[in-house]
């Protein structure tokens, strides 16, 4: 299941998936919601009109089955709380069933303490989503007292931009500014994919405009590795590298995600080929490139787990995430031992699973989470006669 891959990888989700030409604008007036039924906190006789021009609005894209909405619902419910009395009001946007959605919200109980509706035929996603080429939840907007769709992005980067348009000093030229230039990233990142011979001239160009806004060289790298563009990619990321420490600390990180995700790639066509020699060689390359980097080594290790034929190279999966564990730092959620219970199911050796599992599922506080990821372990793990037919062959 990509969801939780996609817990350790998420510095290769950018959160911002460009497509095209965008049809709407920041500074544009925000449309209304189209609105099947208000799960929580408004109902069809008092609705939520985010048109008004009464409150500041936040609009929240998100689903039951998407980690990262999991995990930034309590945050959001942090922000509604410190600008309830400000006239801020949030609302969260999902396209599910209400018998998927409505359990849900009732248990997370206070940690969701923020309207709760569901897309009318998809409408909403239409008008906000897909209006401002936006592919990946979860995804906020800001829509200030004026009507006007402010800001767009990931809910955990909200903070500082909502700050600003609630006390009044949010800069809405510069907003605006950036966000034509998200367009120009995106016809970029067209001529990328098309091979156009000028996209080289054209980067040049655009690295140039672009400067040293961290946000927007993001952006850049994204669509750069999208099209697998990699020499232009390092080129990004060292003038990422150059805007500040923290954006140091990112390009590094994503220099190793980038070289786990090329190792994979070789390594994988090794273990298709049955190369004993290139594995081994390999073996060697991705603990040298990879050491010291425990989402690289749990990503790397997860998916080579996953493939048909990787049971011969389980002692080199489990010796990769043996080194995770000894990486310094925030714990990674999920952990090692999460993963290294995949790889042992995966190999069929479902005593050593189990015990991996318990331990994993012990470390994890939140129930949601737990049950979450406790019912993934379950679909990994192999029935006994499965394995006993196996080892019979």
């Known amino acids: 299941m990509k969801k939780f891959y996609s817990l350790c990888v998420a510095a290769l989700a950018l959160s911002l998936s ?3 030409v965008l049809a709407d604008k920041i500074g544009d007036k925000a449309k209304p919601l189209n609105i099947s039924e208000w799960v929580k906190g408004a109902t069809a006789e008092a609705p ?3 048109t008004d021009g009464k409150n500041v609005y936040v609009v929240e894209f998100w689903a039951t089955w998407c980690g990262p909405c999991r995990t930034s619902i309590p945050h959001l419910t942090e922000l509604q709380k410190k600008y309830k009395d400000k006239g801020v009001v949030f609302v969260g946007v999902s396209n599910e069933t209400l018998e998927k959605v409505q359990p849900f919200v009732e248990e997370q109980g206070e940690k969701m303490e923020y309207v709760v509706a569901l897309d009318k035929e998809n409408l909403t996603n239409q ?3 897909r209006a401002y080429g936006r592919n990946g939840i979860p995804c906020s907007f800001i829509i200030n007292k004026k009507g006007q769709i402010v ?3 990931h809910p955990m980067t909200m903070d500082k931009p909502l700050e600003e348009i609630v006390a009044g000093t949010f800069d809405l030229a510069a907003a605006i500014k950036a966000d034509e230039m998200r367009a120009k990233i995106a016809d970029f990142g067209n001529l990328l994919r098309e091979k156009d011979p000028q996209a080289k001239e054209t980067a040049n160009a655009l690295l140039k405009e672009i400067g040293k806004n961290a946000d927007l060289l993001r952006q850049v790298v994204d669509v ?3 099209a697998g563009e990699l020499e232009l990619l390092d080129k990004v990321l060292d003038q990422l590298a150059s805007v500040d420490e923290a954006s140091a600390q990112q390009a590094k990180n994503l220099r190793a995600q980038f070289e786990s995700r090329r190792l994979s790639i070789k390594f994988r066509n090794a273990l298709s080929d049955e190369d004993e020699a290139a594995l081994k060689a390999l073996q060697k390359d991705v603990l040298e490139k990879l050491k010291g ?3 690289a080594l749990v990503s790397f290790a997860y998916e080579m787990g996953m493939q048909p034929n990787a049971k011969s190279q389980l002692p080199f999966l489990i010796s990769l995430l043996d080194e ?5 730092g925030e714990p990674l959620q999920p952990s090692p031992e999460f993963f290294r219970a995949v790889v042992y199911y995966r190999a069929g050796e479902i005593e050593k699973g189990d015990a991996s599992a318990r331990k994993a599922l012990e470390a994890i506080t939140d129930e949601a989470s737990k049950k979450q990821l406790g019912d993934y372990l379950n679909s990994m793990k192999p029935a006994a006669a499965e394995v006993k037919t196996e080892k019979a062959e």
Request: charged residues 30%; aromatic residues 14%.
């Open 18 to 20: 460009l497509s095209g």
């Open 48 to 50: 939520v009109d985010v």
């Open 127 to 129: 008008d906000y989503m």
């Open 151 to 153: 800001w767009v992005g």
């Open 224 to 226: 750069c590795y999208q």
């Open 293 to 295: 980097d425990a989402r």
């Open 324 to 328: 995770a564990d000894k990486v310094e």
